[in-house]
Every structure is written in structure tokens, then in C-alpha cells.
């Protein structure tokens, strides 16, 4: 009975050791079989892969194509400026490359603008500079924002152009006086004259027809008409004082004019005497 339970046991034994290799023969063919598979499949993804790769791929270039001009700035913004006939906005630029730059044209937004390059210069060497004005005369356009632009079109190793932008709001057209206010400062007898300005930045037409001191130690009178810097024509008036008193004098000078709206103007005066 013992013999027959040994020998039993014996051929389980057996058994197991034969199933056990057969597992791993099975494990070791289904490994090949993998490795196999993936070694024919491999270089095909590869492939596609390098292939991808090839089609986003971008030359590689020695230097880059920058252009030759680079501007100070390429916007000037007067968001709010003071009654003026005329306001303008300077572009100042370099030759930043290492080739001979020529500015063939400006080509405005408006033709009202005008730019010209400064002393006519249109060749630029590298590492010169030079620049151009954008002007607007403010009488002739409408109150508000105003947005302009000019094209710079120039050569360098190639054709090229850059944009400029000048942003602006007009004020209201009406008429000033300058200065605002006009103060005396009289240590002694010696007579002193100021000038007060009158520019009209209305449509209608103004003459100044006369003219009023509050203060018996001033003179007031019409001067002659004098031209602006920009060409303009500005009435003038006369305002001299003396010999003053002590102490200060407040008062003010009115100017009667043409104009339908600004018939009178009133400036304030002040003029004060020696101290001691």
C-alpha cells in the first residue's frame, strides 16, 4: 500500500515538471514571437516618424532679413494739445543694417501732411540717422481725434516699407490770447511794455477795434499786426506802465474785436510798485 502512494506521488511529480515546462517553452515562443512582430514594425514607424519630422522642418538661414530703418517710435500720440494753427510730429530714424539704405518716397494718409526728409537727404549710410516731420495745420481740419499715417518706402537688399502713425486731437477752434494773464514787476520809474497776442483759430474773420485799462497806471493801445512763426497773421496790443505806487494793483485790460462771438475779451492785470 505505502509502495503504491510513493509511486503515485512520484508520477504527480512528474506531471507537474512536464506542465511546468511546457509553460515556459510556450512563455519563451510567445516572447519571440513578440520581439519578432515589434522588429518588423519598428522601422516602419520610424519612418513615419522621421518623415513627419521632415515636413515641419524650416531652412536654416545665415542671418535674418531685418529691415534696414529702425524708427525712434513708429506712433505719436497728442491726446490733447493747446489751440495751435499748426501741430506737428517728428519721426526719427536710424540705418540699423550694415548695407546703404535710399528712402525712395512718403506716401501721406492725407496730402495736407507734407512730410519731407530734413535737408532733402534721402541715402543712408550704415549707422546714419535722419528723420521727417508730419505737420497738420489745425484751422483747417475738424475738432476731435484725428488719426494719420505716412508709408516709408525704401530700399536696402531688397524693396521694403514701414508705417508710421501720428494720433492727434484738435481742440476746439476759438480765439487766445497769450499770455493768459500779464503781470508787472515796477521797482522804479522806468517805463516797461508788454506785448498781449490775439490769435483767432475760428472760421470768421476778427480785428481788434479797441482797447480798455481798468488801472490808470497803464497804458493800453493797438499795436501793429505781427506774423507768426507759422506764417499767421496776430493782432497785437501794447501794455507799458510807468511809475507805479507801493504795493500791488490788481485790474484787468478788455479788447474789443469784429468777432460775432468773441466781442470782448477780458485779461487779467496786476502791476506791482516798489516795495519800499
Known amino acids: ?91 526719427a530714424f ?14 501721406p494718409s492725407c496730402g495736407c501732411l507734407r512730410p519731407r526728409l530734413k535737408n532733402e537727404k534721402h541715402v543712408f549710410k550704415p549707422g546714419e540717422r535722419g528723420e521727417f516731420y508730419m505737420r497738420v495745420e489745425t484751422d483747417k481740419e475738424p475738432t476731435g481725434p484725428k488719426e494719420y499715417y505716412c508709408d516709408v518706402i525704401y530700399e ?39 506785448k498781449l497776442y490775439i490769435d483767432n483759430y475760428t472760421d470768421g474773420p476778427l480785428h481788434v477795434v479797441g482797447v480798455e485799462s481798468s488801472l490808470k497806471l497803464a497804458d493800453a493801445i493797438i499795436g501793429e499786426p505781427e506774423v507768426s512763426d507759422d506764417g499767421r497773421r496776430r493782432q497785437v496790443v501794447l501794455v507799458s506802465v510807468a511809475a507805479v505806487p507801493k504795493g500791488r494793483h490788481p485790474g484787468n485790460i478788455t479788447i474789443f474785436t469784429t468777432h460775432p462771438v468773441h466781442r470782448k475779451i477780458v485779461v487779467p492785470l496786476r502791476v506791482d510798485g516798489p516795495v519800499r
Open 156 to 194: 536696402d537688399t531688397k524693396p521694403r516699407e514701414t508705417r508710421v502713425t501720428f494720433k492727434v486731437t484738435l481742440p476746439e477752434k476759438k480765439v487766445t490770447v497769450t499770455p493768459k494773464s500779464l503781470i508787472f514787476f515796477q521797482p522804479n520809474e522806468q517805463r516797461t511794455t508788454h
Open 94 to 107: 536710424k540705418n540699423s543694417s550694415d548695407t546703404t539704405v535710399t528712402i525712395k518716397d512718403l506716401k
Open 1 to 91: 500500500m505505502a509502495k503504491h502512494v510513493i509511486e503515485v506521488r512520484r508520477l504527480k511529480e512528474r506531471r507537474c515538471q512536464i506542465d511546468t515546462h511546457a509553460l515556459r517553452q510556450n512563455m519563451k515562443r510567445s516572447v519571440l514571437k513578440s520581439f519578432v512582430i515589434l522588429g518588423a514594425i519598428l522601422p516602419f514607424a520610424m519612418s513615419l516618424v522621421f518623415s513627419r519630422a521632415d515636413s515641419h522642418a524650416q531652412p536654416i538661414e545665415g542671418t535674418p532679413d531685418r529691415p534696414g530703418l529702425a524708427f525712434d517710435q513708429y506712433l505719436v500720440n497728442f491726446p490733447e494739445i493747446e489751440p495751435t494753427h499748426m501741430v506737428s510730429a517728428r519721426f
